[in-house]
């Protein structure tokens, strides 16, 4: 996952009671054997961000069999709206519940990232890992469906009191939050608590995080023969160089502090030229823009767009003509914080404690689904599940964590 704020102690104090099991009452233990052989049941399937129908598919598969109703299986079209293709939407599980409380959300995201495809899970003592080396596990976010998904059917099977239940299993996370983004709280029955199972230790409990803009930079220069007539052409290469320059100079690339304000900036793509003997006629560039404050987020974009028109001006031919820049951008996420005594946060610092571990809230400086679930009006928090070195061929599940999360998530659904 994304690099976190340093964590915050945990207040002992708890101001929401209503979200606490009662005195008293039992909290059931999952099937941790089954939970286990559903991990890696689910890691074993493809599915990256587009192209989680077969995922999808199997989950429902096992909601059916645990005695899932139908009708409490909805797909919504959130695929429809995505800038990739998608071949199905989130996936929506809504169940009664048996006794009175506010309806609770528990999610994971089903797409992985390309390196995953091919993951061949193996069990090697308390972990996880792919047996093909040249692949990652897909531990990202798959223990987080397993997380849920054994939740639910935990409850099914068992006939477990529970209050009304939502689960939501999330498409295209991995490109853009897409899944979360196009969610509706209506669809979702509007949950009073949610809670997004995605990270790395089961005791961090993330309540925030920064808020995301992209861009796409067109230069537009003037191609010419660069031995003959390199005079008569415009270097698109040449204004991407100075612009670039110009933010690393004046702090305005990687690590921003500015006026007490914290934010980052990258220039993480150029495409330009075709060969050594032309002048550049073009390049494209991706660049983006964090801050946990949005306004200093602005100003970061501003001086982004201001140096590479301000390159573009410097850049000229001998008939002093100049290039010309598009800069193109949108928001990605926004950022989010949620406080102390939000009834999510006191219930899962609630849970986790509950299981022996200390838990710490933190704030991410990476997206998260749960950035878009605050701006569709669904406070959620984040919990880990054991995953670690995601992305990479090195990636792992540790078991025991994520066997942690599943008791962590069941007593989350049945009001622990």
């Not at 899932?68 to 429809?80: E, G, K, V, Y």
């Not at 093909?132 to 596990?137: E, Q, R």
């Not at 998904?149 to 529970?162: D, F, I, Q």
């Not at 928001?331 to 509950?354: K, M, N, S, T, W």
């Amino acid at each position: 996952m994304a690099a976190s704020k340093p964590s915050r102690p945990v207040k002992s104090k708890r101001t929401v009671a209503s979200v606490r099991q009662p005195a008293g009452s039992a909290v059931p233990t999952p099937d941790l054997a089954a939970a286990r052989k559903l991990v890696l049941d689910l890691l074993a399937i493809p599915g990256v961000s587009g192209d989680e129908k077969a995922i999808a598919e199997r989950i429902v598969h096992h909601l059916k069999a645990a005695g899932c109703p139908a009708a409490a299986i909805h797909f919504d079209n959130a695929h429809t709206k995505t800038p990739t293709k998608g071949n199905v939407g989130n996936l929506i599980v809504k169940l009664p519940g048996t006794v009175p409380g506010p309806r609770r959300l528990f999610m994971a995201h089903m797409d992985t990232v390309p390196v995953c495809v091919g993951a061949k899970p193996v069990v090697a003592g308390r972990f996880v890992k792919s047996a093909d080396p040249t692949t990652g596990l897909g531990a990202d976010d798959r223990a987080g469906v397993g997380v849920v998904l054994t939740t639910a059917l935990e409850v099914l099977r068992r006939g477990l009191p529970s209050p009304p239940l939502t689960f939501l299993f999330g498409i295209q996370e991995e490109v853009g939050l897409y899944g979360a983004r196009y969610v509706s709280a209506t669809d979702l029955g509007k949950p009073a608590l949610a809670f997004n199972f995605d990270g790395g230790a089961v005791e961090k409990i993330t309540v925030g995080a920064t808020g995301g803009y992209r861009m796409d930079v067109a230069i537009e220069g003037l191609p010419s023969h660069a031995g003959v007539a390199p005079e008569k052409g415009i270097s698109a290469i040449a204004i991407a160089s100075l612009a670039v320059a110009d933010l690393v100079e004046h702090g305005w690339h990687g690590l921003i502090e500015k006026e007490g304000k914290r934010g980052t900036s990258n220039v993480g793509v150029i495409h330009a030229g075709a060969a050594t003997n032309v002048v550049a006629e073009s390049a494209h560039l991706r660049v983006e823009a964090r801050s946990h404050d949005s306004a200093f987020r602005k100003k970061i974009v501003k001086a982004i767009e201001t140096a590479f028109k301000d390159a573009a001006k410097r850049v000229k031919n001998a008939a002093g003509k100049c290039g010309k820049v598009v800069c193109d951008g949108h928001l990605d996420y926004e950022a989010f914080r949620l406080g102390d005594d939000q009834p999510c946060v006191v219930a899962a610092i609630d849970a986790v404690r509950a299981e022996g571990l200390e838990p710490r809230t933190e704030v991410s400086n990476g997206g998260l689904d749960a950035n878009w679930m605050a701006v569709n009006g669904v406070p959620t928090v984040t919990l880990g599940c054991g995953q670690m070195e995601i992305h990479t061929t090195k990636e792992q599940l540790d078991l025991k964590a994520y066997e942690t999360a599943c008791r962590v998530a069941l007593r989350l659904a049945v009001g622990g």
